[in-house]
């Protein structure tokens, strides 16, 4: 059962899908779970594997999940102690209304999917950019219409590699299936094929309600200036998707500190994104939603 519930919360943390596992410490008494059982939660329609034990205990745990897949998608770890009889008295224990009579200790945790970056561009940004990325621990794929920007000797560590047609690239995908990746840049030699990958990745993402923010859905960056925008959110209203829609793309990529090279640009790129991840204002202020 743990090899299951581990393996299924690496699963849904590869779908960029925040998770909460909780695992019994300790026990002693009479108790419905064992130490060493695990439960974990989804932010994916809150679905869940595992248990603890099952019964009020189980219950009180999963809407403890729920309650922090709502409230909060930051790292977090609590331990609770509950007390399996309604009088269960002591210091930090929750009573439950129970006749086990016994004593169980519960760590629940919440662990946030790291950056999953599709390179889309393999050139001089593309590489710099996948060696910050490597330095900090976080995963990337490339593609490349160019088969030698895609190689693994200048990509070693990508989980994806492809150089084909953009057309073809994305026949395979879906607005679903984009979901493992928490970020798209679009780094292209060609204005012309950053274009078109544009405007396939928004029509796959053209569905009601959609935020591209990095959690169900990535986020979607693009290299360039703002006259390069200006014609691409053009291009992409006169195909009919919407200003919404386009709204959310970040064009130009990167914080604003002067960068230049690809290196500097790297940094840039990676500092952007790092803040969204963690919610935070590069100001010094955390951000609020809603």
């Known amino acids: 059962m743990t090899a299951h519930v581990l393996q299924w919360v690496l699963s849904e943390l590869g779908q960029q899908r925040t ?65 399996l009889n309604k009088g269960a008295k002591g210091y930090e224990v929750t009573p439950l209304d129970s006749l086990c009579g016994g004593r169980v200790s519960i760590a629940i945790e919440v662990m946030i999917p790291m950056p999953h970056v599709h390179i889309m561009g393999g050139g001089h940004c593309g590489e710099a950019l996948a060696t910050t990325l490597d330095s900090l621990g976080w995963s990337y794929s490339v593609h490349d219409t160019r088969e ?25 995908e879906s607005a679903s299936t984009l979901g493992r990746f928490s970020d798209v840049l679009l780094l292209g030699h060609d204005w012309a094929e950053d274009q078109d990958r544009l405007l396939g990745l928004l029509t796959l993402l053209n569905v009601p309600g959609v935020s591209l923010d990095g959690r169900e859905h990535p986020r979607i960056g693009v290299i360039g200036s ?5 014609a691409f959110e053009q291009t992409c209203l006169e195909t009919g ?48 939603q809603g």
């Open 19 to 83: 998770v909460v596992l909780a695992t019994v410490l300790n026990t002693s008494g009479s108790v419905p779970g064992k130490t060493g059982a695990r439960l974990a939660m989804s932010s994916s329609q809150q679905s869940w594997v595992g248990t603890v034990g099952g019964a009020g205990l189980e219950h009180r745990v999963l809407q403890r999940c729920r309650n922090l897949l709502t409230e909060q998608h930051q790292p977090f770890a609590e331990v609770l102690t509950y007390g």
């Open 148 to 172: 030698d920007y895609v190689s693994i000797e200048k990509y070693p560590s990508a989980l994806e590699r492809s150089s084909a047609a953009v057309s073809d690239l994305l026949k395979n």
């Open 226 to 230: 703002r006259s390069k925008w200006q």
């Open 241 to 288: 998707l919407p200003q919404t829609l386009l709204d959310q793309v970040i064009c130009p990529i990167g914080l604003n500190i002067g960068a230049q090279s690809p290196e500097e640009i790297a940094v840039a790129v990676v500092a952007q994104i790092m803040a969204m991840h963690k919610r935070v204002d590069p100001n010094g202020t955390t951000w609020r």
